[in-house]
Nanobody, 115 residues
Framework: QVQLVESGGGLVQPGGSLRLSCVAS????????MGWYRQAPGKQRELVAS???????VYAGFVEGRFTISRDNARNTVYLQMNNLRPEDTAVYYC?????????WGQGTQVTVSS
């Protein structure tokens, strides 16, 4: 089974930036979707961004141009650059990779935006 390990979360002030990384334990087909979800306490998990190599990325409406998803297939890694962070961005962020028959998930990394 594919293992996904996330890093880069932490505490930032409103308006700050973070870059999340997610490394897969084995090669992921570049044609398969990878992306990020997030879940805040008391709220439903929601898609943040997704990307298939060679295609334009897909972003949730709340991103509003603030985030950028990218992939380095040679390093089996997907990134999420987050700028202009808001308190409502506070959540656990989970990366995922779409396999042939199931979706693989990372363990999650906490992002807290607070003054």
């Amino acid at each position: 089974q594919v293992q996904l390990v996330e890093s880069g979360g932490g505490l930032v002030q409103p308006g700050g930036s973070l870059r999340l990384s997610c490394v897969a334990s084995e090669t992921v087909n570049s044609g398969q979707v990878m992306g990020w979800y997030r879940q805040a306490p008391g709220k439903q998990r929601e898609l943040v961004a997704s990307l298939r190599s060679g295609r334009d990325p897909v972003y949730a409406g709340f991103v509003e141009g603030r985030f950028t998803i990218s992939r380095d297939n040679a390093r089996n890694t997907v990134y999420l650059q987050m700028n202009n962070l808001r308190p409502e961005d506070t959540a656990v962020y989970y990366c995922y990779a779409q396999g042939l028959s199931q979706r693989y998930w990372g363990q999650g990394t906490q992002v807290t935006v607070s003054s």
